[in-house]
């Protein structure tokens, strides 16, 4: 059984590592961005009581709530990756190549 948790465990902080990040700092070296937005993403998660879940709904209620709950968490994460100043990687000045 605690094979099977460590297993979990590993597996889960993998795939952690391996999403890429939405977000761009030039002035934090990239190692430390995945930790910056995991750390906002927990925040967010605190803040809002958000997770996504694959069940099936039922009722429009239920899924105007998660919308809503959806775009809080959002919301709260990308305030906490701008106060740490970053951008969003869509927005980031493209790197110019010297001649």
Sequence with gaps: MKIAAALI???SLSA???TSVPWSNPDVPKDQWSRDYSACRRY???DVGWREDDSASGSPFRDYDRHQAKKRFEAALASCM???GYVPASRAPASRSKD
């Design 82 to 84: 701008i106060d740490r």
């Design 9 to 11: 465990l590993v597996l």
């Design 44 to 46: 967010a998660d605190r």
């Design 16 to 18: 952690c590592a391996a």
